[in-house]
C-alpha cells in the first residue's frame, strides 16, 4: 500500500481564483491520478499526471482548466484556475503502488467556490 | 464509454444484519475494485477482484466477469460500515484509469 498526503485539507475559495492542490505520496510510483467528486457524486478521472510529461486529461476535462505538475515520482499537483461555483467538489489523488493493481486514494481536498 | 451501474443506490441496515450490493458493468474489464467511501470521505480500497472470490473478515466479493457483474457481501454489519460503497472497473484499454459505479450509500444504525 501506499501514504498518501494532500493540502489542503479544505478550502473556500473566491469565484475567479485559482487553487493549487498538492499530493505526496511516501514511495516512488508510477502511475498517479486526479479524481473529481461533485456534491453527492461518484468520482470522476480528470486526468492522468505522468512524470517528466504532459498530463493526459480525460474527455471533458483540460490542460488551462486543470493543469498539472509532476516533477517527480512522489508528488504532483492539480490546479484549478478561475473557479466557479461549479468548481466546488473534492479532489482526490490516487496512486497504484507495489506490484497488484490496487489503486489508494488520498484524503481529498474539499473545495468550495463561493 | 462502459456504464457501471450499482445496486441499491441506498440501503438502511440494523447492526448484525447481512446485505448484498451489486455492480454491473456494460463491457470487458481488465479488472475491477471495490471501495468504501467513510463519512468522513476517505476512500478505502477493499478488494481488488477482476474474477472470481475473496474474502477480508466480515466482507467478500466475487466477481463473474464473463457475466459482467461483482456482488460485495457484508455480513454481521457494525455501525463502521456506514458510508457509500464503490464499485470501480479499468477498461481494456484502461492503462488502469478507473471508470467509478453510481455508488450504494449503506447507514447501519445500531
Known amino acids: 500500500s501506499a501514504v498518501i498526503s494532500q493540502k489542503p485539507s479544505r478550502d473556500i475559495c473566491q469565484r475567479g481564483t485559482s487553487l493549487t492542490i498538492q499530493c505526496q505520496v511516501d514511495?516512488?510510483?508510477?502511475?498517479m491520478f486526479w479524481y473529481r467528486q461533485q456534491p453527492g457524486q461518484s468520482l470522476t478521472l480528470i486526468a492522468t499526471?505522468?512524470?517528466?510529461?504532459?498530463?493526459?486529461?480525460e474527455s471533458g476535462f483540460v490542460i488551462d482548466k486543470f493543469p498539472i505538475s509532476r516533477p517527480n515520482l512522489t508528488f504532483s499537483t492539480l490546479t484549478v484556475s478561475n473557479m466557479s461555483p461549479e468548481d466546488s467538489s473534492i479532489y482526490l489523488c490516487?496512486?497504484?503502488?507495489?506490484?497488484?493493481?490496487?489503486?489508494?486514494f488520498g484524503p481529498g481536498t474539499r473545495l468550495t467556490v463561493t | 464509454g462502459i456504464q457501471v451501474e450499482q445496486s441499491p443506490p441506498d440501503l438502511i441496515l440494523q447492526e448484525g444484519a447481512n446485505s448484498t450490493l451489486r455492480c454491473n458493468f456494460s463491457?470487458?474489464?481488465?479488472?475491477l475494485q471495490w471501495f468504501h467511501q467513510n463519512p468522513w470521505g476517505q476512500l478505502i480500497n477493499l478488494f481488488y477482484?477482476?474474477?472470481g472470490t475473496k474474502q477480508n473478515g466480515r466482507l467478500s466479493a466475487t466477481t463473474v466477469a464473463t457475466e459482467r457483474y461483482s456482488l460485495l457481501y457484508i455480513s454481521s454489519s457494525q455501525t463502521t460500515d456506514s458510508g457509500v460503497y464503490f464499485c470501480?472497473?479499468?477498461?481494456?484499454?484502461?492503462?488502469?484509469?478507473?471508470?467509478f459505479g453510481t455508488g450504494t450509500r449503506l447507514l447501519v444504525s445500531p
Open positions: 490516487s496512486v497504484v503502488a507495489g506490484l497488484s493493481y490496487e489503486q489508494y
Open positions: 514511495s516512488q510510483v508510477t502511475m
Open positions: 499526471a505522468n512524470q517528466g510529461s504532459e498530463a493526459t486529461y
Open positions: 463491457d470487458s474489464v481488465n479488472n
Open positions: 477482484i477482476p474474477s
Open positions: 470501480a472497473v479499468e477498461r481494456r484499454t484502461g492503462f488502469q484509469k478507473l471508470v
